[in-house]
């Protein structure tokens, strides 16, 4: 069984830096598609960043040049650092990783396992 724990999250001042990190047991990571994904208070889940098993990335336009998405295939862990922290960055982080994936994907549906989440909170 497929298990994803996050950690990392916390409060942070705007302009501030987390880094956040995913990691998975019960398989390697090293054929996986694997990304971050929020829940902001009243909206729904949105992507922010993945990548495919060679560790090409894509971001949503809104955290572009901040958060930078990468993996450590040694310790089975994906990680997200994200830098500049806007008060609309606050949300619940969650990790996902699809296997046998060559093409990163936003689409959440495609995502086969899912932490429980990690609270990240940027205040003005």
């Known amino acids: 069984q497929v298990q994803l724990v996050e950690s990392g999250g916390g409060s942070v001042q705007a302009g501030g830096s987390l880094r956040l990190s995913c990691v998975v047991s019960g398989s390697s990571i090293n054929n996986y598609c694997m990304g971050w994904f929020r829940r902001a208070p009243d909206k729904e889940r949105e992507g922010v960043a993945t990548?495919?098993?060679?560790?090409?990335?894509i971001y949503a336009d809104s955290v572009k040049g901040r958060f930078t998405i990468s993996k450590d295939n040694a310790k089975n862990t994906l990680l997200l650092q994200m830098n500049s922290l806007k008060p609309e960055d606050t949300a619940l982080y969650y990790c996902a990783v699809r296997p046998t994936c060559f093409t990163a994907t936003m689409r959440q549906y495609e995502y086969n396992f899912w932490g429980q989440g990690t609270q990240v909170t940027v205040s003005s």
């Open positions: 990548m495919n098993i060679y560790g090409t990335p």
